[in-house]
């Protein structure tokens, strides 16, 4: 079975400054990442996913993230923080050959102005 | 145009009555699912369908039986509610069954059992 540990529950940081938000996994077999982000009182909506080939994928609003097989990790970052990054982000995880995803309790991400 | 669609947006009722969920996608998806998430944002999985076919369907009371009427909807009907049934529900779409899929959801439901 797979799972997911995001170990900050809140992060706050200052406007303009650089944010990395962690998320490992577990799992016996290939994987599929995502991160995924709420805005405050909407649906997840899609910020990026890997699936093969280069590590380091990035999203169209500045955010990266590399995916680490050796520490199972998948962390997102953002060199820049703005205003309109405050949301919760959740990473998720689904095996090869399994249409299930699961979710990790999610990262609420603060921007201090 | 909304892709997909939840209704209605808030649901408050007491313990013991019954209450559905409609949600519609017109995405052309073959697959739609049911989430619950919790009061401390915990998002799991409920149930899946495939073209209409049962496909997941966690440990979840059966209380909850879930309907796909056809592949652009799925509902979600709740029987003798509990107050531990309050939470945020959404519904999501994936073009298939593959989990690279990405999934899209809709604005979520949020129940309130008093």
């Known amino acids: 079975a797979q799972s997911v540990t995001q170990l900050d529950s809140q992060v706050p940081v200052f406007e303009e400054a650089p944010v990395e938000l962690r998320c490992n996994y577990s799992?016996?077999?290939?994987?599929?990442l995502f991160w995924y982000v709420q805005y405050p009182n909407q649906g997840l909506q899609l910020l990026l996913k890997y699936l093969s080939g280069s590590t380091l994928v990035e999203s169209i609003n500045g955010f990266e993230a590399e995916f680490n097989k050796s520490q199972t990790s998948f962390h997102l970052r953002k060199p820049s923080v703005h205003i309109s990054d405050t949301a919760e982000y959740f990473c998720a995880v689904a095996n090869f050959g399994n249409e299930k995803l699961t979710f990790g309790t999610g990262t609420r991400l603060t921007i201090i102005p | 145009d909304t892709a997909v669609s939840q209704t209605p947006k808030y649901l408050v009722t007491q313990m013991g009555n019954d209450k559905s969920i409609k949600c519609e996608q017109n995405?052309?998806?073959?697959?739609m699912y049911w989430y619950k998430q919790d009061s401390k944002k915990f998002l799991k999985i409920m149930f899946s369908?495939?073209?209409?076919?049962?496909?997941i369907n966690e440990t979840v009371p059966n209380r909850f039986s879930p309907k796909s009427p056809d592949k652009a909807h799925l509902n979600l009907h709740i029987n003798s509610l509990e107050l531990g049934d309050s939470a945020v529900y959404f519904c999501?779409?994936?073009?298939?069954?593959?989990?690279?899929?990405?999934?899209?959801f809709g604005p979520g439901t949020r129940l309130t059992v008093l």
């Open positions: 999501a779409s994936s073009p298939g069954l593959v989990g690279a899929d990405t999934q899209y």
């Open positions: 995405l052309g998806h073959d697959t």
């Open positions: 799992s016996s077999v290939s994987v599929y």
């Open positions: 369908y495939n073209n209409k076919e049962l496909i």
